[in-house]
């Protein structure tokens, strides 16, 4: 019975320098503050989204998937990059078509 107490004396006394070595090393747990309501962490330039940018979009990860607000930020973001640009491409293509026509 005295050898059963000695080794839980022990555990405790091991667990609790390790637990404490641990909060040394890593931290005390500060957690960050919170995102303001309707902040998301997932970045995106202002403008001129690179195909490198979208590769490397992640999304925070919920109960169901991926947060939903996260996802529809990105795909509006990403569609008027892309609609802005197809603009751009008929502006010029109109440009290049009026230029060269024989006058």
Do not use: N
């Amino acid at each position: 019975m005295t050898t059963a107490l000695i080794y839980l004396v022990v555990m405790v006394l091991v667990a609790t320098v390790v637990f404490l070595l641990a909060s040394v090393v890593f931290g005390r747990g500060e957690e960050l503050p919170a995102l303001p309501p309707g902040a998301s962490p997932t970045r995106l330039p202002s403008s001129g989204i690179t195909a490198e940018d979208v590769r490397d979009v992640r999304f925070q990860l919920v109960l169901r998937g991926y947060k939903m607000s996260e996802v529809d930020w990105v795909l509006r973001r990403v569609g008027g990059e892309l609609a802005d640009l197809r603009a751009e491409v008929a502006e010029l293509r109109e440009r290049l078509a009026e230029s060269s026509e024989p006058r």
